[in-house]
C-alpha cells in the first residue's frame, strides 16, 4: 500500500501541549485516522478527519490536516502521563476500507 | 458503542500445532472485517479482508493455506494459524466494519498475543 510515515518518537513534559506528525502518500485518501495503543492493548480510536476538512478539535485533541502537503498532525493539549502510549496515524484506502498505518509514535510523558 | 471481542487474548503453543483465533462483533453486525498482524514496536499490517459468506481476500505476501480465515457469520470471523511456527509469534489484531444509516467506520478487537515455542 501507500506509506504513512511518523516519528518514532516524541517526549514531553506532563502538562505541556504534544504534537505528533504524520505524512502519508495517497492523495486519494478518504479518511484520516488517530489511534491510542498501550501496552499490550488493542487500538483505541482517538479521533478522524474527513480529508476535505482542515482541522478537528475534539477537547484535549486538535488534528491538523495540510491535503496539499499530505501532512496531519495531533496536538494534545495539557499532556498528562496517562497520555504515554504509542500513537498510530492511519489513512483509508479510497478503493476499500481496510486501514493503511504508520509505524506509531511513542510518546513519553515525564512529570 | 460498537465492541469488538477476540479471544483468546493470548496463546502458548507448540510447533507444528495449530490455533484459532475468534474475533467478535458484540453489538452489531459486521459484513467485513479484517486481520492485522503487529510485530514488537512495529505497524499493523494487513493480512486479510474476510466478507462474511465468502472467501477471504489476502495481501500479497500472506499465505492463504496458512492462515485460514473463515466469516461464517455476521458476528464471527476466524483465524486458523495452521502448522504454527515460531516465527508466526506476534500479536494479531481483528477489526470489524459497521456500516449502517452513512455511518462506517472499524472498531478494533483487543488483540491476541500468540507465542510459538
Known amino acids: 500500500g501507500e506509506d504513512v510515515e511518523q516519528s518514532l518518537f516524541l517526549s514531553v513534559r506532563e502538562g505541556d501541549s504534544s504534537v505528533i506528525n504524520c505524512t502519508y502518500t495517497?492523495?486519494?485518501?478518504?479518511?484520516l485516522y488517530w489511534y491510542k495503543q498501550e501496552p499490550g492493548a488493542g487500538l483505541q480510536l482517538l479521533t478522524y478527519?474527513?480529508?476535505?476538512?482542515d482541522m478537528k478539535q475534539d477537547q484535549r485533541l486538535t488534528v491538523l490536516l495540510n491535503k496539499k502537503d499530505k501532512h496531519l498532525s495531533l496536538r494534545i493539549a495539557d499532556t498528562q502521563t496517562g497520555d504515554s502510549a504509542i500513537y498510530f496515524c492511519?489513512?483509508?484506502?479510497?478503493?476499500?476500507?481496510?486501514?493503511?498505518f504508520g509505524k506509531g509514535t511513542s510518546l513519553l510523558v515525564t512529570p | 458503542g460498537a465492541v469488538v471481542s477476540q479471544h483468546p487474548s493470548w496463546v502458548i503453543c507448540k510447533s507444528g500445532t495449530s490455533v484459532k483465533i475468534e474475533c467478535r462483533s458484540l453489538?452489531?453486525?459486521?459484513?467485513?472485517m479484517f486481520w492485522y498482524r503487529q510485530f514488537p514496536k512495529q505497524s499493523l499490517m494487513l493480512m486479510a479482508t474476510?466478507?462474511?459468506?465468502?472467501?477471504?481476500?489476502?495481501e500479497q505476501g500472506v499465505e492463504k493455506d496458512k492462515f485460514l480465515i473463515n466469516h461464517a457469520s455476521l458476528t464471527l470471523s476466524t483465524l486458523t494459524v495452521t502448522s504454527a511456527h515460531p516465527e508466526d509469534s506476534s500479536f494479531y489484531i481483528c477489526?470489524?466494519?459497521?456500516?449502517?444509516?452513512?455511518?462506517?467506520?472499524?472498531?478494533f478487537g483487543p488483540g491476541t498475543r500468540l507465542t510459538v515455542l
Open positions: 477489526s470489524a466494519r459497521w456500516a449502517q444509516q452513512g455511518y462506517n467506520e472499524q472498531f
Open positions: 495517497d492523495s486519494s485518501s478518504t479518511y
Open positions: 478527519i474527513f480529508s476535505n476538512m
Open positions: 492511519a489513512e483509508r484506502e479510497n478503493s476499500g476500507y481496510a486501514l493503511n
Open positions: 453489538d452489531f453486525q459486521a459484513t467485513t
Open positions: 474476510s466478507n462474511e459468506g465468502s472467501k477471504a481476500t489476502y
